[in-house]
């Protein structure tokens, strides 16, 4: 690594090394260290020495080559909330991905996607692996926390994913009780056919014909 840094690109460094090293980051995480145009000629420098690796347009690792708990690859993941903290969008695992997030799946698809409360947007971190982000306009970014709207989520393609009574009774088990209570309370923002599952799993069928 090089040793002549700016102050700048030690804080960023610094500020890297801090965080859990699978993270991704952008220019708006580092706000606090400079001015953007700054903090931008700061991380193009560090890029250029390898002291950090740019994935992407605008997104920015630790160099593996210099830390060995970075991963090979960045995660899908890590770059999605990168991209949605950068907008200040809200984002949610899509079906496929949100399936694998509670247990009902264990495949990953082949091209990751999330709902935005942001425009669409397709990013190739590496080559060979993007991420794809798709405005969703649902009620699920309203009321629900983030754990209780991925269960809506990985719900709501039924007539490509039926669900059975083994996986309810799954579900049933394994979501926390503060989940539960998140559903039932908002039970208006669940699609109608999801309504009478919601209620199965968390033990109170019939409660929205009440």
């Known amino acids: 690594m090089h040793e002549q840094l700016y102050?700048?690109?030690?804080?960023?460094?610094?500020?890297?090394?801090?965080?859990?090293?699978d993270e991704v980051f952008t220019v708006e995480d580092f706000d606090a260290l400079g001015s953007y145009d700054a903090v931008?000629?700061?991380?193009?420098?560090?890029?250029?020495?390898?002291?950090?690796?740019?994935?992407?347009?605008?997104l920015y690792r630790l160099n593996p080559k210099w830390c060995n708990d970075v991963p090979v690859l960045p995660s899908h993941e890590a770059v999605a909330h990168a991209l949605a903290r950068r907008s200040h969008w809200r984002i949610l695992p899509a079906t496929e991905l949100a399936r694998r997030r509670i247990g009902l799946s264990d495949e990953d698809p082949n091209l990751p996607k999330y709902l935005s409360t942001g425009p669409k947007t397709r990013v190739e971190y590496a080559p060979g692996h993007e991420v794809l982000l798709v405005h969703s306009a649902a009620k699920l970014f309203d009321g629900l926390t983030n754990e209780a709207a991925i269960v809506i989520s990985a719900l709501s393609d039924l007539d490509k994913h039926r669900?059975?009574?083994?996986?309810?009774?799954?579900?049933s088990k394994a979501l926390a009780p503060d989940v539960k209570e998140n559903l039932i309370e908002n039970l208006s923002l669940v699609p109608p056919r999801l309504r009478p599952i919601i209620e199965?799993?968390?033990?109170?069928?019939?409660?929205?014909?009440?």
């Open 163 to 171: 669900i059975t009574i083994d996986e309810i009774a799954h579900l």
């Open 7 to 21: 102050a700048c690109e030690r804080d960023i460094l610094s500020f890297m090394y801090a965080k859990p090293h």
């Open 40 to 58: 931008r000629k700061a991380l193009s420098r560090l890029a250029q020495s390898e002291n950090i690796e740019r994935i992407s347009m605008g």
């Open 200 to 210: 199965l799993i968390c033990d109170c069928y019939g409660r929205s014909r009440r």
